[in-house]
């Protein structure tokens, strides 16, 4: 009971944060209705995919400190659980989604268990080659269509929500919208919550909170699992959404990357740096690429203009977009 | 005062004559390009770029004198002359981007239909948004079987696939053993039927995988190994040290511009010695890989258009001149392919004399173009509509050409279909 109380109450937050997360969620809300082109729709959509894998990746990146950069195996697992089962048993999206779930999280464990042994840049090292070596794997294996993947056949008339199916993109953004404020509002728990607090002190000095009684090691695995069913479920989600996975698209090193980079980048360890990282970075790549991507002799201009930005903000604040924030507000303090 | 009046009654003229002048200008049809324009396979993007924009300044009217149908109609004649407008966009290899691209030029740019995607990997997701608009897609240059095979209602391909490609490859191999290359005595089939295959593993390159074990059992030749790898690997040189543990006579290659160059590199370097080294197309047919020079004399690789055909097809020769005019370098496989993605929907949107989707469906349903419109070397261009390959062209051919040097230059040369050989062929390759 406590821990859903914990979930709703965003009373430790600045006021000023506040409103601008309302107005946020306001515009969230009607965006659908108000005046959009589809690639803003499509924008949309990938941002709020990200802010879930950053959401989740802040878990145990962010408030654990621990650098993961195997993140896509875990979505990987959520979109290839939901393809098998739609596809081979025809198992709608509702029912495939727990099951994915449930599988990433139990994977979570088993490869959580030794890779918590580890620390600092071995730790980030051991989650790239789990990673890979996942990837590799359903390359390889057949059940699983191996690299060139599993494609969705559609079922029956669209809309059809049974299996996640619709021809207009804004059905697709509602239901992660919902999956959104969901994982928006466990975060707010997560941050209040026993968990949350020894995350944060093992983060600190991991000796010193040994030193307190904190088991150190379990608590890490139970906020790896925790992340991984966030990154699993929008895997699932992925899976409906693009009709087709393949293990370079759901699997890859650089999904993982950029899944640590937007969390990064926006804030790593504040309820906010993930979703400020995708709303810049997402958009950002998306229109870069569309206004340049397509130009005769501006081919690339957009990757390296989207790297400069990136380079600026980091050599900026280190803490990422959340950091200038925090500096701003201190100095007003002062 | 006789100034202004003068003045005014020019400007009440033009502005009377502005609407009726926009009415009958003829009108654009946009067609949507999704090519990777940037990323690993960047150059064959600058490549099927130029070859699509060379084909639609034809159709345009804005070249003359070629002697094609579309370059006489100065715009799609059906259609009030309206010109084809290109909308290029940048997949970068991506499926997931290629969709949102798709979804963009569908629904904010109101493109009559689609061309692309060369990757058959981002192929598949946008034909797959493409089929639920219910909007055509003309597909030239991506070779996965598979594509052809959903019964998707709103796909053609024009390009032969790689089931016909890889069986090509095996009936060369099969010639080479029976002495009907040209140049060449028969081959001992023990001495060549030792294979080896390394395929990048996407989409494209996992399925010539797959064909390459299918028709080695077919034909009686060992696949010592085959091996898939990541196209975007910086370092290639355990797959090639497995490919030389194996101890092919011939190493089979199915790999994107990057990876090809690097893989050639590799083999340099590790001193492979194979007698035959054939490349499926894409990354073997690019000018990055022609620059690698005399390390790239006597590899094979199978093609839709090879310079020598411009020998036997003088329209080819025309269209060729114009891409160096454009480009700097001969019209290749994938420049080509594109070319003639891109004049199959001018025919098609001829033919059906309308922008709605059921009209253009129809038309390429029906659509038959003559091989002599072509640049490439095919019979022509129709459809199948029944079958297990809806969509797919079947009259599509390959060539497998050899780099070889011809006056401190290196060309490729026809060396299958046998009966259209343009030289010896090189046998066995003298190794690095």
Redesign the interface.
């Known amino acids: 009971m406590e821990a859903i109380r914990n979930a709703f109450d965003f009373t430790d937050l600045p006021r000023g944060e506040m409103i601008i997360a309302a107005l946020a969620l306001l515009f969230l809300l009607l965006f659908p209705v108000l005046p959009h082109?589809?690639?803003a729709m499509?924008?949309m959509i990938?941002f709020l995919m990200f802010s879930l894998y950053g959401m989740g990746w802040n878990l145990i990146g962010g408030y654990g400190g621990q650098v993961d950069l195997g993140k896509a195996q875990y979505v990987g697992i959520g979109a290839y659980t939901t393809a098998l089962l739609m596809i081979r048993l025809d198992v709608p999206f509702w029912y495939s989604l727990p099951v994915g779930l449930a599988l990433a999280v139990i994977w979570s464990f088993i490869i959580g268990y030794p890779l918590f042994r580890l620390k600092g840049h071995y730790f980030a090292i051991a989650t790239i080659a789990t990673s890979l070596v996942l990837k590799d794997i359903f390359?390889?294996w057949n059940f699983v269509g191996?690299?060139?993947?599993l494609?969705i056949p559609?079922k029956g008339n669209?809309p059809n929500w049974l299996y996640l199916q619709f021809?207009q993109?804004y059905y697709y953004f509602y239901v992660l919208l919902a999956m959104f404020l969901v994982g928006l509002i466990y975060v707010n728990g997560f941050r209040h919550s026993r968990l949350g607090f020894q995350l944060r002190a093992i983060k600190d000095n991991e000796n010193v909170a040994r030193s307190l009684g904190i088991d150190a090691h379990w608590c890490k695995i139970k906020a790896y699992a925790t992340a991984t069913a966030f990154v699993a479920a929008v895997g699932s989600f992925h899976a409906c959404y693009?009709?087709?996975i393949?293990p370079?698209?759901v699997m890859s090193l650089d999904l993982s990357v950029l899944i640590a980079l937007m969390a990064m980048l926006g804030g790593a360890g504040s309820m906010w740096g993930p979703i400020i990282g995708a709303a810049i970075l997402v958009p950002m790549k998306?229109y870069l690429?569309?206004w340049l991507?397509?130009?005769?002799g501006m081919?690339?201009m957009?990757?390296l203009l989207y790297g400069a930005i990136i380079m600026f903000i980091a050599a900026v604040q280190p803490r990422g977009v959340y950091g200038i924030v925090e500096a701003l507000r201190a100095r007003r303090r002062r | 005062m006789r100034k202004v009046v003068i003045f005014a009654a020019v400007a009440l003229l033009a502005v009377c004559l502005a609407p009726a002048m926009a009415w009958s200008a003829p009108k654009e049809i946009k067609i949507g390009v999704i090519y990777p324009?940037?990323g690993g396979a960047?150059a064959a993007?600058?490549e099927l770029?130029a070859g699509a924009e060379l084909a639609a300044d034809i159709a345009n009217g804005l070249i003359p004198g070629v002697n094609m149908t579309m370059a006489k109609n100065a715009g799609i004649k059906s259609l009030g002359g309206a010109k084809i407008k290109l909308?290029?966009?940048?997949h970068?290899g991506?499926?997931?981007?290629g969709?949102?691209?798709a979804?963009?030029l569908?629904?904010?740019d109101k493109v009559v239909g689609i061309l692309g995607c060369y990757h058959s990997?981002v192929t598949?997701?946008v034909s797959?948004v493409a089929e639920?608009?219910g909007i055509p897609m003309i597909n030239g240059s991506s070779t996965?079987p598979?594509l052809t095979k959903?019964g998707f209602k709103w796909f053609w391909r024009t390009t032969p696939h790689d089931k016909w490609f890889t069986k090509d490859l095996f009936e060369f191999l099969s010639g080479l053993s029976k002495g009907k290359v040209r140049g060449v005595k028969a081959v001992p089939k023990d001495q060549i039927s030792r294979l080896a295959a390394a395929c990048e593993?996407?989409?494209w390159?996992?399925?010539v995988a797959i064909e390459i074990a299918s028709f080695a059992k077919e034909y009686g030749f060992t696949l010592a190994a085959n091996i898939?790898y990541?196209s975007k690997s910086p370092d290639l040189s355990s797959e090639v040290q497995s490919l030389i543990a194996a101890k092919p006579a011939a190493m089979l290659f199915a790999s994107y511009t990057s990876d090809a160059i690097l893989m050639i590199k590799t083999l340099k370097s590790m001193k492979a010695k194979p007698k035959i080294i054939w490349g499926q197309d894409a990354g073997f047919d690019k000018p990055e890989f022609v620059a690698l020079g005399d390390d790239v004399v006597g590899i094979l690789t199978r093609s839709v258009f090879l310079p020598s055909v411009t020998k036997m097809k003088p329209l080819a020769g025309q269209v060729n001149a114009l891409f160096i005019k454009k480009m700097g370098h001969d019209l290749d496989g994938a420049s080509a392919r594109a070319f003639t993605g891109l004049q199959t929907w001018v025919h098609v949107l001829e033919k059906a004399g309308s922008t709605d989707p059921k009209a253009i469906q129809k038309a390429c349903n029906t659509i038959t173009i003559p091989g002599k419109e072509l640049v490439v070397p095919w019979v022509g261009i129709k459809f199948s509509t029944k079958g297990d390959e809806i969509g797919q062209n079947v009259l599509g051919g390959g060539l497998i050409g050899q780099y070889q040097k011809k006056g401190g230059k290196v060309v490729l040369e026809v060396v299958y279909p046998f009966d259209i050989a343009t030289a010896d062929m090189i046998f066995p390759l003298k190794g690095y």
Do not use: C, M, W
């Open positions: 082109s589809s690639f499509a924008t990938q390359e390889v191996g690299a060139r993947g494609e559609l669209l021809k993109d693009n009709f087709n393949e370079e698209d998306s690429g569309d991507g397509g130009k005769a081919a690339g957009d990757l | 324009l940037s960047a993007g600058r770029r909308i290029f966009k940048d970068q991506n499926p997931q981007l969709a949102d691209l979804k963009k569908i629904l904010d990997s598949k997701t797959a639920r608009y996965s598979d959903r593993k996407t989409e390159g996992s399925h898939l990541a």
